[in-house]
């Protein structure tokens, strides 16, 4: 009895998962299909970067933003909250290899709020000289024509809006481990299908990606700056949420940037994972749940079992493999430019289970460790653990 309403309800989850696949699929295919601006609009640019000790490939990715191939001017902010930071003999160097940027170390003493990064970004950009500014974290290495694709997204109103903030998509470098490689598979060809899924239908996104956070001056004053987020957990969706409500357009760049995801080892990819999901979770609530129909993988191995190998249910395993390995490929190559999927395409089973049993455990509690330090999750804002 138990086996029969088991396989009767993962045969529909299995299908929802199909469908889900499906429907990336397409969001995909319109999401490459979408004409680029030919705008040569090239504003003054200040890069805030916020720095708290030593990142994989660090120096790579800061030496990467001096080397655009920008008709306009742009300066580089690093931001650290004491000159003992073990970044700051990197940016020193950074200064000697290229004169010829304006590149700046903004000591941010101030603690505006418990997510250290924003607390350093609102101390930054009062040092900023031009009217738009690109956030991006420490590890993200881009291509020469980062700055120019980034910036032609804010040339062309969107819906009748200006853009106020442009968001970058990304794909995550492994660094060898297995923790580091299903991590980066999950952001190659999970995350991104959501991602595309929901701006093909809401025609619109309404949040932010930490890869990249382009946002105007203009935007930003009307959202009171960057100090109101110095509390938040998920700062980039909270920052692309209130561009939005403030009556801009939140605009997706077809530009990829890469990511240094750190060698984990499994306890700390699953602590990572852990933290992000309760993010998402306590960000995106109704939103969250809907995830339950996004695993279509695990959903028919399950069905597999609870029909006892039938012919049926390893035919529709067939189908759902086939369609998860389509998405895999189209997201995480096909649009990201992701050779490690190839490589590591057989792990794709291992981090789909993994990413279900972290949703399901995601609700287990409120608490996230970050940095080192525990924190309660309150509504999307983060508080101090006193147990």
Known sequence: MLSTIVASVTTILTFAGMFYFIAALWSVR?????????????PGVSILKPVKGLDPEMY???ASHCRQEYAGDYEILFGASSMDDPAVPAIERLRVE????????????????????????????????YDYLVVNDS???????????????????????????VTAPYRGRAHGTLGSKLEALGISTDFFA???LSLKLDGEIRFGLGSTLAVSREALDAIGGFAPLADALADDYELGLRVAEAGFAVSLSREVVETAVPAYDLEGFFAHQLRWARGVRDS???GYLGLIFTFGLPWAIFNVLASGLSLDSV?????????????????????????????DLWLLPVRDFAALWLWV????????????????LRNGKLEKNRV
């Open 194 to 196: 959501g991602v595309l």
């Open 315 to 343: 035919a529709l395993l067939s189908i759902a493999l086939l369609a998860r390995v389509s998405v895999a490929l189209a997201v995480g190559v096909g649009m990201l430019g992701d050779r490690q999927v190839l490589r």
């Open 30 to 42: 319109a999401f490459l299909r979408r004409r680029e601006s030919a705008t040569g609009f090239a």
């Open 98 to 129: 290229f004169p010829e940027h304006n590149i700046r170390l903004v000591l941010c003493p101030e603690q505006l709020g418990l997510n250290g990064k924003i607390s350093n970004v609102a101390q930054i950009a009062v040092q900023a000289r």
């Open 361 to 376: 455990w995601s609700f287990a509690s409120d608490t996230v460790t970050w940095r080192g330090d525990r924190f309660v």
């Open 139 to 165: 590890d993200i290495r881009v291509s020469p024509r980062y700055l120019k694709r980034i910036m032609r997204d804010f040339s062309a109103p969107q819906k009748g809006k200006a853009v106020g903030l």
């Open 284 to 286: 995106r609530k109704l």
């Open 60 to 62: 790579e990715a800061f």
